[in-house]
């Protein structure tokens, strides 16, 4: 692929000269039209050659010898009928340490977090599993089951939105989920639709080193998607046992993931009661597209289509830092329009904090949605915004209520890994 690249490259510079093809918008509609080509030829080939794709292992794959290697696995699921939500991540870094996400809201009852929130950092305890602070993430059946479980404290909300060396009110709490898919897996680098990268790519200056730097993220990261059922039960102290029944996303993400390549993002995970489900984010990373919009909808016989063109801009969103209460975004795929508004619930807004001292901070905000101005829908809007300036969470100590290594002698990678 790097050479067909380098070949369409060299061409275009021949064709326009040095100075017109680097120029960041110099000729876009040529070089869409023809990375389109291109992109559009090799993913029908890649597709092909994929097929079903292979299954996932059943236990955690070896981290490769990088300091930014990971392997991520992250659940969220929403109640249809009332508030409540489960959100839980869990990724493996080198040298034994794991980041952890885990938030909660049972209606009725309150918000709950991990007390090591908002730093993310613990112990990794497991090599056959997910296993950290007290969450674990298993396979039962690759792709199609799982089981997330949790027995420890959390903090009872409000959630906290800065470093506090407060504990706060730690309540025991004990859930255990099995997690079954109904929807197939959407996989970022085989299923996404060519014409938002031929997009994206066009209004970049176009060097052979930044097709390079183009073929080594792709070849680096990897990332599928589907969607699924959570039930089981969750028990809370001086409360009685509830059942619940949660539809959401799992994601999995492995290879290497260096957050210093990302500058912002906002990602949108929504589900509708007609059963589509959709996913876009818009990111920047300035080495390769600094506005590249990409994503998925799942549509209610279970067909899915990459988000082919969408109205979404890093700058119209929470471009200042400052999250509003709504926002909305229209976007086509597989052949339809749709137009996708989002109501944010700030008293569900957790943070956390990116890396061992915090070079960045992600924001995980709850959200009511509403289809084509109609349907209804539940899921959240993340974003994540790079600080490398501040230390966030000073003279870091893990708790111990969440035991983990000493950090000491370890060289921190000061970056997380997507959801």
Known sequence: MLGLLALLAATLLALLGARRAASPGGWAPLKRWALGCLLLFHGACRQRAAGAGPAEPRRPRPLRPDP??????????????????????????????????????????GEFEHPQHPNMMVSDESEEIWSGGGLTIEYLEPQTRWKISFDGFLRKGPYRQQWSEEEGELVPVKFSFHWEDFTEVFNFSVDSHPSTFARAFAQEPWTIEFFQRVKKQREQHFRHEQWGQSVGEIEIENHEKTELSL?????????????????????????FEDGTAAHLTVINMPATTTNLTVGYVFFPDGRKAGIEWSNAS??????????????????????????????????????????????????????????????????????????????????????????????????????????
Not at 83 to 94: D, M, N, S
Not at 99 to 108: A, I, Q, T, Y
Not at 398 to 412: I, Q, V, Y
Request: proline share 4%; net charge negative.
């Open 247 to 271: 539809k959401g996303v799992r994601s999995h993400s492995y290879g290497i993931r260096n957050w210093s390549e990302i500058y912002r993002y906002v990602m949108i995970l929504a589900r």
């Open 68 to 109: 930014h290697a990971l392997d991520s696995v992250y659940f969220a699921g929403f109640a249809e009928t009332s508030k409540t939500f489960v959100i839980a991540r869990l990724a493996k870094r080198p040298n034994r340490i794991c980041e952890m996400w885990l938030f909660l809201r049972v209606d009725g009852v």
């Open 314 to 419: 890093l700058a119209e969103m929470a471009d200042d830092g400052v999250i509003k209460d709504e926002y909305g975004v229209s976007f086509t795929a597989g052949g339809k329009y749709f137009d996708v508004s989002a109501t944010l619930d700030k008293q569900a807004c957790p943070l956390v904090y990116n890396g061992l001292i915090g070079s960045g901070v992600f924001h995980e905000c709850i959200a009511d949605f509403r289809l084509n101005g109609l349907t209804q829908g539940w899921g959240l809007v993340e974003f994540y915004y790079r600080d490398e300036a501040s230390q966030l969470v000073p003279n870091l100590q893990l708790g111990s209520k969440a035991e983990g290594p000493d950090l000491s002698s370890w060289c921190p990678v000061t970056d997380g890994s997507p959801p």
